[in-house]
Each structure stands twice: as structure tokens, then as C-alpha cells.
């Protein structure tokens, strides 16, 4: 019979794992496998570790042998994205960094510069990471030289279900030395309404793993007839007088646990680990630049999608080239075939773009203009 009077142990060696009290449970022992322990014994350890129980005078009362092998389980369960394994007799170890963010990159520019001056108010520069995925035409170090860590991966086809794959298995490498890690893509720039200092504050006040989601989502405009191209990088909200709100980009952008990402990263599986940030905005900044954005497309012609990408996407991707034809192909929304259309062509439906955006439009606050 199993009481509150006995203590539990997991035993390998000269290390052992009480089992805590609340998880006697009259005459039922209930392990508690969030730490997947009895597997990280055998890994180890390289032997079987044992249960023993204790009385309340100390005097051993059961000790048995737990034989399991970790590839169980090993198909279904990413251990070294397990945070949660409990320390051995020992504190755990105390991550010496606080916030680090990342993003991916190619060819990019103008989002570049932005990315790295912003975020540099949140965090150290060091502590900022850009993967450099295959830039042929701009490459990063070109772009901010070294104002923040690059890290350099090989040009691929580009497959969004990939991405998402080595942006979590980072995320959690990072996780290993910082407490929180941030990840948005190249344009995307988060900023609450108190300031940084104030988005510090709520962050290292958290006592409990949790990802967070800014409260609004929303794309800066650039204005076809009101607003001029940008100069510089610097004070871009007040280079621009509208916004519209897009719930597309209330992601999950900020964790301090391993998150689980759709491709797209507009979502995650831990939903019942995310929380919302109230006043935390997250800018899209696809928008800011109707120079910017043709000159970008006219760029990233060079990178293919791969063939899972377009399987899988094939209703809403036009390919990178049409056989035979100059310019940038696109999905005729009306048609629903694929035209080509040069520079002019493309400036055009950019700008039709952003009217379309603009009937929700809204004023540009001032705490914004400030912000970035």
C-alpha cells in the first residue's frame, strides 16, 4: 500500500530524483513524465535505473529495477528540444543572456538596416542573429557589415516548411544561453506603446515558460500620392501617415519554451503556453517602399521554389519564370491564368495593392512616429 508516509526515488548510480508528494495518490503511484526521466537515466547512464521507496524511518521498502528503452519513444519525442529535464542534485544552469532575436534573410536591404538599428534598442547588437539564406545578389555583410552576429546557410529552393524547421531547431539552440528569444521575420519589427524599456520590464518579470503575441498586427503604408519614397532607413513611421490592421501578424513572435510554428510562423501548437502582450504592436513593413518592393521582386526572381513548396501551394504561387517570357509572372485573380509583367506593369498593381489596404487605413499615432 502506497501512502503519503513513504518517499519515492528514480536511483541511477549516485544520482536521484525524488518523486514529489502530490503525486502519491492513495494507492496509485502517478509518475509524473514531463522530465521523460526514467529515459534520461537509461541515456544517461547507459544502465536500467531503479524506483525505490523509503518509509518514513528511512528503511527501503521497495527496490526495483525499471527496464525501458528510450526508442519507445524516441520517434515521437525531440529530446534535445526538451527543456523541462530536472536538474540532478544541482542547480540548473543559469543563462548568463537575456534577450536574443533572429531573423532569416535573403537579398534583403532596406528591411535589413531597419531590422538591425531597431532591435538594437531592445538588445545587445551581439545579441542579434541574421540567417543569411543563400543571398546572391545582396548579401547581409554587404548590407550591416558587422553590426550584429550573420550567420550563413546555402542557397536553396525556396520550401517554407524547411524554413520553419531550422528557425525552430535555432530558436531552441538559442534558448540553451538566452532567457527569451525573439523571432520575426526581416520586416517585421515589434514595439509597445511604453517604449523597449517597458517590453523589458513585463519579459523579465515572467516567472513561468510562456510564448507571447503582440496585441495588434498591422501594415505600414506608403501612400501613392501623399507620401514620398523614404530616405534612408531611420524615423520610418515619420516618413508615413497610415497604417490598417492585419490580424495575419498577431503572431507568436516572443518565447522563453521551444515553440511549435506553422509554416508561415502565423501560428504555433502552444496555445495553451501563448499570451497576449497588451500594447505590443507588430509592424509589417512589406508596404513602407513601393520602390522598395519592386525592386525586391525583380531580385528574388533568382530563387526557385522547391516542388514541395509548389505541391502544396500550387492554387496561390505563380512560378518564378515563364518559359520563354521577360518580367515577373503573376496569378490573374480574375483569369485565373498566369501573366507576366515588367517593372511599370508591377508598380502599378503594387500601388492598386496598397489603395486596397488604405480604404481601412488609419492615422499614424504619434508615440509611433517615435518608436521607429
Same mark, same amino acid.
Given at each position: 500500500?502506497?501512502?503519503?508516509?513513504?518517499?519515492?526515488?528514480?536511483?541511477?548510480?549516485?544520482?536521484?530524483?525524488?518523486?514529489?508528494?502530490?503525486?502519491?495518490?492513495? /494507492?496509485?503511484?502517478?509518475?509524473?513524465?514531463?522530465?521523460?526521466?526514467?529515459?534520461?537515466?537509461?541515456?544517461?547512464?547507459?544502465?536500467?535505473?531503479?524506483?525505490?521507496?523509503?518509509?518514513?524511518?528511512?528503511?527501503?521498502?521497495?527496490?526495483?529495477?525499471?527496464?525501458?528503452?528510450?526508442?519507445?519513444? /524516441?520517434?515521437?519525442?525531440?529530446?534535445?528540444?526538451?527543456?523541462?529535464?530536472?536538474?540532478?542534485?544541482?542547480?540548473?544552469?543559469?543563462?548568463?543572456?537575456?534577450?536574443?532575436?533572429?531573423?532569416?534573410?535573403?537579398? #534583403?536591404?532596406?528591411?535589413?538596416?531597419?531590422? $538591425?538599428?531597431?532591435?538594437?534598442?531592445?538588445?545587445?547588437?551581439?545579441?542579434?542573429?541574421?540567417?543569411?539564406?543563400?543571398?546572391?545578389?545582396?548579401?547581409?555583410?554587404?548590407?550591416?557589415?558587422?553590426?550584429?552576429?550573420?550567420?550563413?546557410?546555402?542557397?536553396?529552393?525556396?520550401?517554407?516548411?524547411?524554413?520553419?524547421?531550422?528557425?525552430?531547431?535555432?530558436?531552441?539552440?538559442?534558448?540553451?544561453?538566452?532567457?527569451?528569444?525573439?523571432?520575426?521575420?526581416?520586416? #517585421?519589427?515589434?514595439?509597445?506603446?511604453?517604449?523597449?524599456?517597458?517590453?523589458? #520590464?513585463?519579459?523579465?518579470?515572467?516567472? /513561468?515558460?510562456?510564448?507571447?503575441?503582440?496585441?495588434?498586427?498591422?501594415?505600414?503604408?506608403?501612400?501613392?500620392?501623399?507620401?514620398?519614397?523614404? $530616405?534612408?532607413?531611420?524615423?520610418?513611421?515619420?516618413?508615413?501617415?497610415?497604417?490598417?490592421?492585419?490580424?495575419?501578424? $498577431?503572431?507568436?513572435?516572443?518565447?522563453?519554451?521551444?515553440?511549435?510554428?506553422?509554416?508561415?510562423?502565423?501560428?504555433?501548437?502552444?496555445?495553451?503556453?501563448?499570451?497576449?502582450?497588451?500594447?505590443?504592436?507588430?509592424?509589417?513593413?512589406?508596404?513602407?517602399?513601393?520602390?522598395?518592393?519592386?525592386?525586391?521582386?525583380?531580385?528574388?526572381?533568382?530563387?526557385?521554389?522547391? /516542388?514541395?513548396?509548389?505541391?502544396?501551394?500550387?492554387?496561390?504561387?505563380?512560378?518564378?519564370?515563364?518559359?520563354?517570357?521577360?518580367?515577373?509572372?503573376?496569378?490573374?485573380?480574375?483569369?485565373? #491564368?498566369?501573366?507576366?509583367?515588367?517593372?511599370?506593369?508591377?508598380?502599378?498593381?503594387?500601388?492598386?495593392?496598397?489603395?486596397?489596404?488604405?480604404?481601412?487605413?488609419?492615422?499614424?499615432?504619434?508615440?509611433?512616429?517615435?518608436?521607429?
Amino acid at each position: 500500500m502506497v501512502t503519503n508516509e513513504l518517499r519515492a526515488y528514480i536511483v541511477s548510480d549516485h544520482y536521484n530524483w525524488q518523486i514529489p508528494r502530490h503525486v502519491l495518490n492513495g /494507492s496509485d503511484l502517478f509518475f509524473i513524465d514531463d522530465a521523460y526521466i526514467v529515459l534520461r537515466c537509461i541515456k544517461a547512464f547507459n544502465k536500467s535505473p531503479k524506483v525505490v521507496f523509503l518509509d518514513s524511518k528511512g528503511v527501503i521498502v521497495l527496490d526495483e529495477s525499471i527496464h525501458l528503452d528510450g526508442s519507445m519513444v /524516441s520517434q515521437s519525442i525531440d529530446f534535445a528540444g526538451h527543456t523541462n529535464f530536472q536538474q540532478w542534485n544541482a542547480e540548473g544552469f543559469k543563462k548568463l543572456k537575456r534577450i536574443a532575436v533572429f531573423a532569416h534573410s535573403f537579398n #534583403e536591404n532596406l528591411h535589413l538596416k531597419i531590422f $538591425v538599428d531597431h532591435y538594437s534598442k531592445l538588445t545587445d547588437p551581439s545579441d542579434i542573429y541574421v540567417i543569411d539564406h543563400g543571398s546572391d545578389t545582396i548579401k547581409a555583410v554587404d548590407v550591416i557589415q558587422d553590426k550584429c552576429q550573420i550567420i550563413y546557410l546555402p542557397k536553396t529552393a525556396r520550401d517554407d516548411f524547411n524554413i520553419k524547421q531550422y528557425c525552430e531547431y535555432f530558436q531552441r539552440f538559442l534558448l540553451t544561453q538566452y532567457e527569451w528569444v525573439i523571432h520575426v521575420d526581416i520586416d #517585421e519589427m515589434l514595439v509597445h506603446e511604453k517604449g523597449m524599456e517597458h517590453l523589458r #520590464e513585463i519579459l523579465f518579470s515572467q516567472t /513561468s515558460g510562456v510564448v507571447f503575441s503582440p496585441e495588434y498586427g498591422v501594415e505600414i503604408l506608403h501612400h501613392p500620392t501623399e507620401d514620398a519614397e523614404l $530616405v534612408g532607413h531611420l524615423n520610418v513611421c515619420a516618413q508615413r501617415k497610415y497604417f490598417s490592421r492585419n490580424i495575419s501578424y $498577431v503572431k507568436p513572435a516572443i518565447a522563453s519554451i521551444p515553440a511549435y510554428w506553422g509554416p508561415g510562423f502565423h501560428y504555433c501548437l502552444n496555445d495553451s503556453k501563448t499570451q497576449t502582450i497588451p500594447g505590443l504592436w507588430l509592424l509589417h513593413m512589406k508596404h513602407i517602399s513601393i520602390k522598395q518592393m519592386v525592386d525586391q521582386r525583380f531580385i528574388r526572381q533568382t530563387n526557385e521554389f522547391s /516542388s514541395q513548396m509548389l505541391g502544396s501551394l500550387k492554387s496561390s504561387l505563380a512560378p518564378q519564370k515563364l518559359e520563354g517570357q521577360e518580367g515577373i509572372p503573376y496569378l490573374d485573380p480574375k483569369t485565373g #491564368e498566369y501573366k507576366v509583367e515588367d517593372r511599370a506593369q508591377f508598380e502599378l498593381r503594387i500601388k492598386g495593392e496598397i489603395e486596397n489596404l488604405l480604404r481601412n487605413g488609419e492615422k499614424i499615432p504619434d508615440w509611433l512616429k517615435v518608436a521607429l
